[in-house]
């Protein structure tokens, strides 16, 4: 069986070019598509998309919501029949990130969603089955790389999942739990823009970490030691 795989993330960010500035809106969204066909023309196509809207409250913590639509659709290469199972989610989630190693190039995140979700079947038009509702919660690692103006790529490899859901025509719950990392890898692109801070959507990498360097120096300019600076005038008078 041959598989084709899609995994595309798109994310928006409506902050400084900083990805560690507070004080700032992240605003991001994903699309996975995994197309599946086998040997008797069987096709599976599963998908699911997701956006997000958080706060960028301090310099390493996120706060926002997220909700998210998905379909796993099948259809039967002999009889044509198409059936869909569609699901959906929506809560809250948190982020939190750091640079790693001083570095404004390369940064570490890890999320964690706490979501709502429900879903259903069909199948040419019948009306909506296996009907169920329950708690879905996720937490993943991803590593990002602060390309040019603003523009990052993210790369992500699983993480830990669990749900559990109450379906309409059982008594019992069903409970899931999916360990993926390293077994799944998502590459991603995010996008930086100004929103009103002291820094650029513009810079290139390496152009703040040489900003606060002379920041910095002008600072220990500042503060020489007076006394010194009358010896100097002291000497330059001789």
């Not at 507070?22 to 605003?27: F, T, V």
């Not at 259903?120 to 996720?138: E, L, V």
């Not at 990052?152 to 069903?174: E, I, P």
Request: proline share 3%; with cysteine; hydrophobic share 30%.
């Amino acid at each position: 069986m041959k598989k084709l795989i899609l995994a595309f993330l798109t994310v928006g960010t409506i902050a400084t070019a900083n990805a560690q500035e507070p004080r700032s809106w992240l605003l991001y969204g994903d699309l996975n598509l995994n197309t599946v066909r086998d040997s008797g023309l069987n096709k599976s196509t599963v998908w699911d998309a997701t956006i997000g809207l958080g706060y960028q409250f301090s310099a390493h913590w996120t706060a926002g919501g997220n909700v998210s639509w998905g379909q796993n659709a099948t259809k039967d290469g002999i009889t044509a029949v198409k059936s869909t199972f569609n699901t959906y989610k929506v809560g809250p989630f948190v982020r939190y990130s750091h640079y790693l190693c001083g570095s404004e190039i390369f940064f570490f995140y890890g999320q964690w969603d706490f979501l709502y979700e429900g879903g259903y079947h069909t199948s040419m038009g019948d009306p909506a089955t296996a009907k169920h509702t329950g708690i879905y919660t996720d937490v993943y690692p991803a590593i990002g790389v602060n390309v040019c103006r603003g523009l990052c790529l993210n790369f992500s490899a699983g993480g830990l999942n669990y749900s559990t859901d109450k379906y309409s025509t059982a008594s019992n719950s069903a409970n899931s739990f999916n360990f993926t990392l390293g077994h799944e890898v998502n590459v991603g692109i995010s996008k930086n823009f100004n929103a009103g801070h002291r820094m650029h959507s513009s810079h290139e990498p390496g152009e703040e970490i040489q900003r606060r360097r002379m920041e910095k120096m002008e600072d220990e300019d500042d503060a020489a030691p007076k006394p010194k600076r009358k010896e100097r005038n002291r000497d330059e008078d001789e």
